[in-house]
């Protein structure tokens, strides 16, 4: 597949902070491409550039191989789904949609015929006169998409649309974009900071953090070889360890050499090593291959989710099986459940679970300064 | 009866006090005046007597809408411009525009007289021999100036609330820069115009000062007519009828205006 879109060694910064460093992407034709990252790590001013309402500071960018870097939104063969929709509250349905179409003089029998076509699209049959103001969220939803997919973009950026969506409206949302992604056959850019979403609607997944892409691969690329720390810890649940690489596929972490499936790293090279709190078997002390105790249990519906104790360092383990507070239980790792990753910027970081967030450990720490934290933010 | 409705109604009294002693009071007096005569008879001759003053009507209309009409074109753009600014800026901005709003309107209009007249600054910092002073551009003029403001705040407050991600929209679907403005930003602010236009209109038609220093006493406005006839006891029933009259054709232009606004409200109103 050819690409469509081409980042070449964009960076922005606004009031001398940067949000973007030196960022190079190619993104596929046809494809569903998500920018995934927490606020503030520069995955919307991605977006943002792509549509032309920032401008980069340095580097270019293209589209279908012409440069576009200095064209303006209205120019560009792409159309955008904004966060809070953006519909035009002095127009109703039917003129919302439309609007794309009056402005390129499409006669008013096609206009007519388009929008009722992508009403039905987007399951909003009958809705053409009804006023936008007054239409839920997941209605409106419909209707920035409609309004973007009329004008048959080669490429259709999403910033964040269904953030303002309950859980249950998201999830049918995101089979039905995937859906509409799949007919049509417009390449989506989809931007969001909930990675079950990115998971499980991407082809590819863009990881970003600190105004560089992490990681970019598929959706199972990204969850079982994570690149580093940040991505292993933002990407589901991960035990993130010091260790070192005896040689390859022999690897030592928490006080016990473990066998592995990774190679390729120096000898006695640290590394990071991630376990899924899944892939921990909990067993007899006896039979473990590290024994601990257990500090916390959570029930979480499908599994019981456990905190245990090693050297100070906090597990989560997420099992089947009840198993009480204080117990001493051991645990059991096979060797493809072990992933090694190299020593990274965000190494130490993540991965122990005396809290679950960074942002629990800021709130009682008095000497971070919360505006500093907040300027950061791309997302107002 | 609910609790509540006592301390609301009570709430509401200084406010009923003030209104019906200063509003609805002096305009019974108005009315009252307008139909009878010194004798206090009851009359229609003062109303009768209107047409006379058909010229000044005509005279006084014209030059306030030809100045709420130029403030529109000035003040429109201005507040577009101070809106889009940085947002860390506009206070400034928009205290620049209103700076004149906070000195009186007498020495403003006086401080343009010294200005604008024969022997006045322009004159002599050009070397011209212009005769602005008294004519009805003057007046014009004047109007514009001392009413920029009223039309540059509301129109800058509607459109400093307008969600800039709808203005983007508009140029990702394809609209230039002078399309966003025609099919979303003039929509969006009409009702920040109407507000304006009411604003520089009624003071526009209602001055007096504003004719009388820069008109040069060469021609009257409505608000000057009605002012001479109150100066002169004998006449107080003419000017309440000259009154009358103006306050109608105020309320109904508003009402034209807000039925503009409410149009607006069918389709789709503004948060």
């Not at chain 1, 991605?46 to 303006?72: C, H, K, Y």
């Not at chain 2, 409505?222 to 054709?249: C, H, K």
């Amino acid at each position: 597949m050819n690409k469509i879109i081409e980042l070449r060694g964009v960076s922005k910064s606004f009031d001398g902070e940067t949000v973007l460093d030196n960022i190079t992407l190619e993104i596929k034709d046809k494809e569903f491409v998500t920018l995934l990252g927490p606020s503030g790590c520069g995955k919307t001013t991605t977006l943002r550039l792509i549509g032309g309402f920032e401008t980069a500071d340095e580097g270019q960018i293209f589209f279908d191989g012409q440069e576009i870097s200095d064209l303006p939104p209205y120019k560009r063969n792409v159309n955008t789904v904004f966060q809070k929709y953006a519909l035009f509250p002095h127009l109703n349905v039917f003129e919302n949609i439309a609007f794309g179409l009056r402005l390129a003089k499409v006669p008013n029998d096609e206009v007519t015929e388009r929008v009722k076509e992508m009403l039905a699209l987007v399951s909003l049959k009958g809705f053409e006169k009804k006023n936008v103001n007054l239409l839920s969220g997941g209605q409106q939803q419909r209707v920035a998409i409609a309004r973007a997919l009329i004008n048959k973009p080669r490429v259709l950026l999403l910033d964040e649309p269904l953030g303002a969506l309950d859980l249950k409206l998201r999830k049918d949302m995101q089979a039905e974009l995937k859906k509409i992604q799949q007919a049509t056959g417009i390449t989506f850019i989809y931007v969001t900071h909930d990675q079950e979403e990115a998971l499980s609607m991407s082809d590819t997944v863009v990881v970003m953090q600190n105004g560089k892409i992490q990681q970019i691969g598929t959706p199972t690329d990204i969850y079982n070889e994570p690149q580093n720390a940040f991505v292993a810890d933002f990407i589901g649940e991960s035990n993130i360890l010091d260790g070192v690489m005896l040689s390859d596929r022999r690897v030592h972490f928490a006080g016990h050499v473990f066998e592995c499936v990774d190679g390729g790293f120096s000898k006695n090279e640290p590394v990071d090593v991630v376990v899924r709190p899944e892939d921990v078997d909990v067993v007899l002390p006896e039979n473990g291959m590290l024994r601990c105790t257990v500090t916390s249990v959570t029930f979480k519906g499908v599994h019981w989710e456990i905190i245990v104790d090693i050297d100070g360092f906090k597990w989560m383990i997420q099992t089947t099986d009840y198993v009480a507070p204080q117990a001493e239980i051991g645990l059991y790792i096979e060797p493809d459940a072990i992933h090694i990753m190299k020593k990274s910027e965000f190494s130490g970081q993540f991965g122990d679970y005396s809290t679950f967030s960074a942002e629990m450990d800021e709130l009682s720490n008095p000497d971070i300064d919360e505006t500093e934290e907040a300027a950061g933010s791309d997302e107002s | 009866m609910k609790a509540k409705s006592f301390f609301s109604r009570a709430a509401a009294a200084p406010h009923i006090v003030w209104s019906v002693m200063f509003i609805v009071a002096p305009l019974l007096f108005v009315l009252y005046y307008a139909l009878t005569d010194p004798n206090g008879a009851f009359t229609l001759s003062n109303i009768a007597a209107l047409p006379e003053y058909g010229g000044t009507f005509f005279l006084s209309i014209s030059l306030s809408l030809i100045a709420t009409i130029i403030c529109i074109l000035i003040g429109y753009p201005m507040a577009y411009f101070i809106s889009r600014a940085k947002p860390s800026r506009q206070p400034l901005l928009l205290m620049a525009a209103l700076v004149p709003m906070w000195i009186n309107l007498l020495i403003r209009t006086f401080s343009m007289m010294a200005i604008l007249d024969d022997g006045g600054l322009i004159n002599t910092l050009l070397g011209t021999n212009l005769h602005i002073v008294g004519t009805k551009g003057a007046v014009i003029f004047g109007m514009v100036y001392d009413f920029l403001p009223y039309m540059i705040l509301p129109i800058y407050t509607v459109m400093s609330k307008m969600d800039k991600r709808v203005l983007e929209a508009a140029s990702d679907l394809g609209c230039n820069h002078f399309e966003v403005l025609l099919r979303v930003v003039l929509p969006l602010t009409r009702s920040g115009i109407v507000s304006g236009v009411t604003m520089v209109f009624v003071p526009s038609i209602s001055t007096f000062y504003i004719s009388q220093k820069l008109g040069g006493g060469t021609f009257e406005l409505l608000g000057d007519t009605i002012e001479r006839q109150f100066a002169n006891p004998d006449t107080y029933n003419v000017g309440a009828a000259i009154s009358l009259v103006m306050m109608v054709l105020i309320l109904l232009s508003m009402a034209i205006m807000n039925k503009f606004a409410d149009e607006d409200a069918e389709g789709g109103m503004l948060p």
